[in-house]
């Protein structure tokens, strides 16, 4: 009994092992989930102008990130990395203010 817990043991880290944690899509994802809030702020002034900086900050990381995966060194794939932290926190911010304001209408 002992050695099929172990051997299902050693099946289940191989299986985790084999996971691939894929932050392309996820930040792909991401982007599309900030397209998809640009696109129902109100056409005014202050919507144009939080969208246009949510659209650009929201979408940035996942460019960013393709970026990274070419850098010419450590050091540059850490500053890459760094940038999408700074637009992904920059996005964030959006976000509470579009949230705050309320610019979105709720149903």
Not at 36 to 44: A, M, R, T
Request: proline share 3%; charged share 25%.
């Amino acid at each position: 009994m002992n050695i099929q817990y172990q051997m299902l043991n050693v099946k289940n880290m191989a299986a985790e092992n084999t996971r691939k944690y894929d932050l392309e899509e996820r930040l792909i994802g991401f982007a599309l989930l900030v397209i998809q809030i640009v696109e129902i702020l109100p056409d005014n002034k202050v919507g144009n102008h939080i969208g246009g900086q949510l659209l650009r900050s929201g979408t940035s990381p996942a460019f960013n990130y393709g970026e990274a995966q070419s850098a010419e060194s450590i050091n540059d794939f850490i500053h890459k990395m760094k940038i999408c932290l700074k637009e992904l926190r920059e996005t964030k911010i959006s976000l509470k203010i579009i949230k705050r304001k309320p610019l979105l209408k709720s149903d």
